[in-house]
């Protein structure tokens, strides 16, 4: 019989796999916009939240999101550094500019004025934020350096917060899936608010 602070093999494998596939999606996601990053990382910490590590192992979830989302901001913004600054030009501002809308852009771009990088923050928090500001700092010629300053206290308000989601979920339900279930929904509601708002408006 194995001794009760013994690690469960199975999960220890699970953690081996889980980590890194969370960590490659989420970057990922942050360099191709089209993954539920915010869905994937609710959904790890609920597994994690129902598992034997707890608080240790929803604290790792959230700080292997918070460097995958570093990783791909920083990636990204590389590439359009590159991009803005070529002679014969690149794709990825232009694509860039395709996921903002002008009124977008224009409101990144005062609030980066006005605000500084504090924007960086509130921009992952809000969805659909980030690529907006980051256009706006590279139009702006901001410095890797100060971009990754400002970004890295965003990645790790945003997956703390889908983390908070994630251990919701897991509090409220004693079977897993149903606390993935509900992650997920919350995750995904409160990526369509805004999109769904912008047509109301409209």
């Known amino acids: 019989m194995a001794a009760p602070w013994a690690p469960d093999p199975a999960e220890s494998t699970q953690q081996a796999l889980g980590y890194p596939a969370l960590f490659l999606l989420v970057a990922l996601?942050?360099?191709?916009?089209?993954?539920?990053?915010?869905?994937?990382?609710?959904?790890?910490?609920?597994?994690a939240f129902h598992h034997r590590s707890l608080p240790?192992?929803?604290?790792?979830?959230?700080?292997?999101?918070?460097?995958?989302?570093f990783t791909g901001d920083i990636a990204l913004y590389w590439l359009g550094q590159r991009g803005v600054g070529s002679r014969n030009g690149s794709g990825w501002?232009?694509?860039?500019?395709g996921r903002a809308t002008p009124e977008r852009l224009a409101r990144a771009r005062?609030?980066?004025?006005?605000?500084?990088?504090?924007?960086?923050?509130?921009?992952?928090?809000?969805?659909?934020?980030?690529?907006p500001v980051m256009l706006a700092c590279l139009?702006?010629?901001m410095p890797l350096g100060r971009f990754?300053?400002?970004?890295?206290?965003?990645?790790?308000?945003?997956?703390?917060?889908?983390?908070?989601i994630g251990i919701l979920g897991g509090s409220l339900f004693s079977e897993p899936w149903k606390g993935v279930a509900l992650a997920v929904a919350l995750a995904l509601l409160i990526s369509a608010v805004?999109?769904?708002w912008r047509r109301l408006r409209a």
């Open 29 to 47: 996601g942050a360099l191709v916009p089209v993954i539920p990053t915010g869905a994937l990382v609710s959904s790890a910490a609920v597994v």
């Open 56 to 69: 240790l192992g929803v604290l790792l979830v959230c700080a292997v999101a918070a460097l995958a989302a």
């Open 93 to 97: 501002p232009a694509r860039l500019r």
């Open 110 to 131: 005062a609030g980066l004025e006005e605000h500084g990088v504090l924007v960086l923050v509130v921009s992952r928090l809000v969805p659909a934020g980030r690529i």
């Open 139 to 141: 139009l702006a010629r």
């Open 148 to 164: 990754a300053r400002g970004d890295a206290p965003a990645c790790l308000a945003w997956a703390a917060t889908y983390g908070l």
């Open 194 to 196: 805004p999109a769904a």
